[in-house]
T-cell receptor, first 111, second 113 residues
């Protein structure tokens, strides 16, 4: 796989707590993305980044924030987790016009 | 806006028989289209991509797809299914601008012995 590491791989937490997911790449790609995957919905884009400190919203950004202070790291934060944010989260990277490559995902359960 | 519609949520085949996974797209310009595969508890792997070169695109593991502009389709095929092909398949279109993607809802391929 392309050099993408997501952490943690699994997390269980309670409603109302903050959660941060990390995506780390070793490919020096410009673009990084966060998706969530839910049954019957495919993958939906949460936020993406087109450079350090440059981010934009995707289709389902409400309740999520992101930060990218270094090329290699893209953080996704749930400020106050809700049960509707229980999902599998995927990070992806790309180098402009090339296809996106995906990490192995983080399974997040919010009780 | 670009969109894709995967016409079947589940497809069942027997090992050794052909596979057809159907995808229609909607785009205001000549699209870039992809098929990704996801095995259980894994990330997504690129199978093949169409970027306005040859209309018949060959991918990994014996899969191919044909871009048909007149039918706005990009169906995925394989002549002979293998048990290891059992997975979920996503048809994807690239949006204009910063290389964001729009995913179809996925087709689960079931392969029986």
């Amino acid at each position: 796989d392309a050099g993408i590491t997501q952490s943690p791989r699994h997390k269980v937490t309670e409603t109302g707590t903050p959660v941060t997911l990390r995506c780390h790449q070793t490919e020096n790609h410009r673009y990084m993305y966060w998706y969530r995957q839910d049954p019957g919905h495919g993958l939906r884009l949460i936020h993406y980044s087109y450079g350090v400190k440059d981010t934009d919203k995707g289709e389902v950004s409400d309740g999520y924030s992101v930060s990218r202070s270094k090329t290699e790291d893209f953080l996704l934060t749930l400020e106050s987790a809700t049960s509707s944010q229980t999902s599998v989260y995927f990070c992806a990277i790309s180098d402009g016009g090339q296809p996106q490559h995906f990490g192995d995902g983080t399974r997040l359960s919010i009780l | 806006a670009q969109s894709v519609t995967q016409l079947d949520s589940h497809v069942s085949v027997s090992e050794g028989t052909p596979v057809l996974l159907r995808c229609n797209y909607s785009s205001s310009y000549s699209p870039s289209l992809f098929w990704y595969v996801q095995h259980p508890n894994k990330g997504l792997q690129l199978l093949l991509k169409y970027t306005s070169a040859a209309t018949l695109v060959k991918g990994i593991n014996g899969f191919e797809a044909e871009f048909k502009k007149s039918e706005t389709s990009f169906h995925l095929t394989k002549p002979s299914a293998h048990m290891s092909d059992a997975a979920e398949y996503f048809c994807v279109v690239r949006n204009s601008g910063y290389s964001t993607l729009t995913f179809g809802k996925g087709t689960m391929l079931l392969v029986s012995p």
